[in-house]
């Protein structure tokens, strides 16, 4: 079945430097990969997403890259804010298909 | 901005009581879902619903498990005999059409099975 593998499953990063977090997908047909910030007891936020016609994507600090051909998608932060401290979920989905999620990220940003 | 709405926000039952996590999805949206995350791990499907029927379920999604959109509003998940490993956080989600690709997600109900 479909998967996704998400690494590291934490993450400890210093104020204002970058944090990268790598996901890997098994389903060759998906078409959609979205990236999702949750804090503890909320629903998962969208925070970024991308298309699998588009390499890279960009939003203020955030970027998103994907790699068909390898299967990989990445989530880029740059100079890292205490605020950014959550959990992050990366997932994949075709068409109107079910979102298959990541294990998870648990940034912490360092002061 | 529309929202996906849930209730009740927290929902505390004893083992093998029957439970039911309401949804209302955004008002004009076609497709609805249900996941579920228990505490600490990754959000998890459990059932996909468009044009009244079950479009596909997860092996999570067992006998016990229905779901329903009974006056065209709202979208229901019934848990018929709770278990103990039924206790998480359940999310509904919708969106627009096939070729949106944003799924908008409710708040969560946490079920609580004693």
């Known amino acids: 079945g479909e998967n996704v593998e998400q690494h590291p499953s934490t993450l400890s990063v210093q104020e204002g430097d970058s944090a990268v977090i790598k996901c890997t997908y098994s389903?060759?047909?998906?078409?959609?990969f979205p990236w999702y910030k949750q804090e503890l007891g909320k629903r998962p936020q969208l925070i970024i997403d991308?298309?699998?016609?588009?390499g890279e994507k960009k939003d203020q600090r955030i970027a998103v890259t994907l790699n068909k051909t390898a299967k990989h998608f990445s989530l880029h932060i740059t100079e890292t804010q205490p605020e950014d401290s959550a959990v992050y979920f990366c997932a994949a989905r075709w068409g109107a298909q079910k979102l298959v999620f990541g294990q998870g990220t648990r940034l912490t940003i360092n002061p | 901005e529309p929202e996906v709405t849930q209730t009740p926000s927290h929902q505390v039952t004893q083992m093998g009581q029957e439970v039911i996590l309401r949804c209302v999805p955004i008002s004009n949206h076609l497709y609805f879902y249900w996941y579920r995350q228990i505490l600490g791990q990754k959000v998890e499907f459990l059932v996909s619903?468009?044009?009244?029927?079950?479009?596909?379920k997860s092996e999570i999604f067992d006998d016990q498990f229905s779901v329903e959109r009974p006056d065209g509003s709202n979208f229901t998940l019934k848990i018929r005999s709770t278990k103990l490993e039924d206790s998480a956080m359940y999310f509904c989600a919708s969106i627009l059409m096939s070729d949106y690709y944003e799924q908008y997600f409710g708040p969560g109900t946490r079920l609580t099975v004693t």
């Open positions: 991308i298309r699998s016609n588009v």
């Open positions: 389903d060759s047909a998906s078409n959609y």
């Open positions: 619903f468009y044009n009244n029927e079950i479009s596909e």
